[in-house]
């Protein structure tokens, strides 16, 4: 593991040596020097590479199993300049604009057998330029439903929502929760050759062969208003839209749902029930939104316990994880944490699962809506109905012994 977490640096001084002696090679060298970067983000599975001008030089972090870390040493700022340009060159951006933000994209080849989809997004900064790139399909693989984390009561109403013949179901969560993926492997589990199916999404992130998958391009006309209104002229059974952004969205989207389709989206809410404000704020009507909404699903990524280095304890009587399990707490009650070892860096996890809320609508829920109780009120229903908190899914998969009491109490209150 340390020859690998050191790998780069040796580009990095053999680009820095080059550039003090004005090689003709500077170029080359800082194209290995990017390449590497690249290569070790991929083999590291970091979500993001956060390149940051400072004043010593340009600092490096990665976003590891949702956690940003920063490597121990900058990138010389002699070169910082040359690999700027670099990524802009390779992300097909233009490398004489500098005072204004850009996007773009890598397709990324790795060893001629692994091509990935790398977003590119610049900010200019006081310091110079940053540059943030996401790697977008590290996973071989696309998930099933099955492997998304959801527990056995969960999947079941899970599936039951997206098999439905029409209706709208809402992913909801904050950024880099996973509602993408849950959206993925939903169309994944739909897909065959007897169903009609489409997407809307900006950006595209991965292929799903056998679906029609859209590109929003708004500077060419092509927003998400307008490829759901030509979904309606076509012969389309379930359809994917990105995200609803705005009060026009909203209101085609339910629009479609009422007409027969299932319409499946996210939206960035905090929990289930926060999801029907939402789209209520948005204007859409509570009789539209009682008549279409099938269900909602909330979701956050915890860390997972590395499976080599964890270890079982029990909870003391008293102490505060008692008190944080409340009625889940019994006298000699066997929990796990991670020690730490090479495979997970020192960090005692080693992977991320989702826990999960899924609000499935029902005649009390749609009455509640219809008469617009409060939100507390409406969450006290949605709880009676059998609704699990995100909390309560958390609880189950600490005492499962996939993850810590901690990570959950971090994700879900920040502490």
């Known amino acids: 593991m340390q020859d690998e977490v050191c790998a780069w640096y040796r580009w990095i001084g053999q680009a820095m040596r080059e550039v003090q002696r004005g090689s003709s090679g500077v170029e080359s060298a800082v194209v290995r020097l990017v390449n590497g970067l690249i ?30 870390q920063e490597d121990a040493r900058k990138l010389p700022k002699n070169i910082e300049t040359a690999v700027v340009s670099r990524i802009k060159v390779m992300a097909g951006m233009d490398i004489a604009q500098r005072q204004r933000p850009q996007d773009g994209h890598i397709r990324y080849e790795q060893d001629g057998q692994k091509t990935l989809d790398i977003r590119v997004a610049s900010m200019p900064v006081t310091c110079g330029e940053m540059m943030v790139l996401r790697f977008m399909n590290l996973e071989d693989e696309m998930l099933k439903v099955a492997e998304l984390g959801f527990s056995e009561t969960n999947q079941q109403k899970f599936e039951m929502l997206i098999h439905a013949p029409a209706g ?63 979904v309606l002229r076509q012969d389309v059974e379930k359809v994917l839209l990105g995200e609803i952004r705005d009060s026009q969205t909203a209101e085609l989207a339910v629009r479609i749902a009422l ?136 609880l189950q998969k600490v005492k499962a012994g996939v993850t810590t009491l901690a990570e959950v109490r971090r994700v879900l209150y920040g502490s």
Request: proline residues 3%.
């Open 39 to 68: 290569d070790q983000s991929i083999h590291w599975m970091v979500s993001d590479l956060h390149l940051e001008p400072m004043e010593g030089g340009m600092r490096v972090r990665y976003r590891r199993d949702g956690i940003l």
């Open 168 to 230: 709208l179901l809402v992913i909801c969560g904050p950024m880099n929760s996973g509602k993408t993926t849950t959206l993925y492997a939903a169309m994944n589990a739909l897909n065959g050759s007897d169903c009609s199916l489409i997407t809307l999404e900006d950006p595209v992130e991965r292929e799903l062969p056998g679906v029609n998958q859209v590109q929003m391009n708004p500077k060419a006309g092509l927003d998400y208003v307008t490829g759901l209104r030509a």
């Open 259 to 394: 007409t027969g389709h299932l319409l499946m989206t996210t939206l960035h809410t905090e929990d289930a029930t926060a999801v029907i404000f939402r789209l209520l704020e948005m204007g859409v009507k509570p009789y539209l939104l009682a008549a279409t909404l099938s269900g909602i699903v909330a979701q956050r990524l915890v860390r997972c316990l590395c499976p080599e280095c964890r270890c079982s304890y029990v909870v003391e009587e008293g102490s505060c994880e008692a008190a944080l399990l409340g009625d889940c707490y019994e006298p000699g009650l066997v929990l796990w944490h991670g020690k730490g070892c090479k495979h997970c860096g020192g960090t005692g996890y080693s992977g991320r699962m989702a826990l999960h809320e899924v609000l499935v609508m029902d005649d009390c829920l749609r009455q509640a809506l219809l008469h617009q109780c409060e939100r507390q009120e409406f969450s006290r229903i949605a709880a009676a109905q059998g609704m699990e908190s995100l909390w309560q899914d958390g």
